[in-house]
């Protein structure tokens, strides 16, 4: 194998439980095999969803549950490589913070897990109120300092 000129350790994959979510881990896992890296999904609740733990509508407990099944089908995937993959959740809005957003959340976990490469579904605008990650694609873009691939 030659030497490659980038070097990445983890990969950051941003994900909402939509299909467009499973593609990027899928891409992730692809990227983090090429470079012996592990795999870190971040799954962000949408503005409802945010809105609704905050002001006590839902009970946060409900919402994990549904993560955690989801995050536990990116582990297989993961697992199918022999790639780690660990995982998060971060709000994507806030109704506390007011620049909180999507792209700021991906942006801050990247910096916070040192992410070398960051995979993002770029979704359609469908309304779907659990697809959140449309929203962060655009600004991860635009002021992700690691190289990032929009699916």
Known sequence: MT???????TVLVPVDGSDESVRAI???VSIAERYDAAVHALYVFGEEVSRAIETGA???????DET????DSAR????ESDIELRSSIAYGFSTRRKLQHPGSAVLDCADEIDADFIVIPRE????????????????????????????
């Not at 839902?58 to 994990?64: A, L, T």
């Not at 955690?68 to 995050?71: A, Q, T």
């Not at 297989?76 to 697992?79: N, Q, W």
């Open 3 to 9: 030497e490659s000129p980038v070097e990445v350790n």
């Open 26 to 28: 899928e891409y992730a």
């Open 58 to 64: 839902i009970e946060e407990d409900d919402i994990i």
């Open 68 to 71: 955690e099944s989801f995050i």
């Open 76 to 79: 297989a995937v993961a697992s």
């Open 124 to 151: 359609p605008l469908s309304g779907e109120p659990g697809e959140v990650l449309e929203k962060a694609a655009e600004y991860v873009l635009l002021y992700a300092s690691q190289p990032v691939l929009s699916i």
